[in-house]
């Protein structure tokens, strides 16, 4: 029950370290407030007195986050660019972040199970359930595809998809498929111990990831972002390295692979 009770505090956005924060910047947030209306003089007849929406924990805080997320979808975006599709198609990455820094320079097709959150420059929307039933002309079509932080949710009801342990198995097989011969496929998720942190994700061994692309695929590019959010840039890929995960409990993987030319489409 008290699982539960803190599982639910959690999502909804409670932090305890948060709130302590606050408590603590309060006294200071009165005395500014104070000291800002004293200093008003003339200047209190240009503005009226709006609600007060109290920000308490933001000072001495760097002026915004380094994390995983930001991270790959710069890196992806760059690969993306300097490569130049002619058209690009994304399955389920973050809209506020990856799908958005891409359409900053050109279209981009998105696939996603959830609906569109509106209409965006440059984004044209699909919603579909990559693990259901899509449109057969997308098999063996497409030159350029991404999915960013996305195959490790598969399968575990999250998203509203059906739940299914081999989710991930079939959702790769899909994305693998819609990838024309000779195009490309950028892909990221974490790497670490291979576990299941139900139902938030999975997380796979690098050597899972790196299985995924054998025959008909070649790996042009790897980038392992650590626990610590550095990259590192086109690391080794030795057995030793592998076996360890590069490091990484809860890093994340990013690649780039190309289909070959004479790819088995059958």
Request: aromatic content about 10%.
């Amino acid at each position: 029950m008290f699982s539960a009770f803190r599982s639910i505090l959690r999502e909804s956005g409670f932090r305890k370290s948060r709130l302590l924060s606050a408590i603590r910047a309060w006294p200071g947030y009165v005395a500014d407030r104070r000291k800002f209306r004293e200093a008003l003089g003339d200047a209190a007849d240009d503005f009226s007195w709006g609600n007060e929406l109290a920000i308490l924990t933001e000072k001495g805080e760097t002026s915004g986050g380094l994390s995983a997320y930001l991270l790959q979808d710069l890196t992806v975006a760059r690969w993306i660019r300097e490569d130049a599709p002619t058209k690009h198609f994304d399955v389920g990455s973050r809209i506020d972040g990856f799908v958005c820094n891409v359409a900053a320079f050109r279209e981009i097709e998105v696939i996603d199970i959830r609906p569109a959150p509106g209409e965006i420059p440059g984004v044209v929307f699909h919603r579909c359930d990559i693990m259901g039933k899509c449109p057969p002309e997308w098999e063996n079509s497409m030159p350029s595809l991404s999915c960013l932080h996305t195959v490790e949710h598969f399968g575990l009801g999250r998203y509203g998809d059906p739940i299914d342990p081999r989710g991930h198995e079939k959702g790769l097989d899909r994305l693998k498929a819609m990838v024309a011969p000779g195009g490309r496929f950028y892909l990221s998720t974490p790497i670490g111990k291979q576990r299941i942190e139900f139902n938030a994700h999975r997380i796979f061994a690098a050597a899972t990831v790196l299985g995924w692309f054998g025959e008909d695929w070649e790996i042009e590019r790897f980038t392992v972002i650590r626990d610590d959010a550095t990259i590192w840039a086109e690391p080794i890929r030795d057995e030793f390295s592998v076996a360890e995960n590069f490091g990484c409990e809860t890093g994340v993987a990013i690649l780039a692979a190309r289909k070959t030319a004479n790819a088995d489409t059958r």
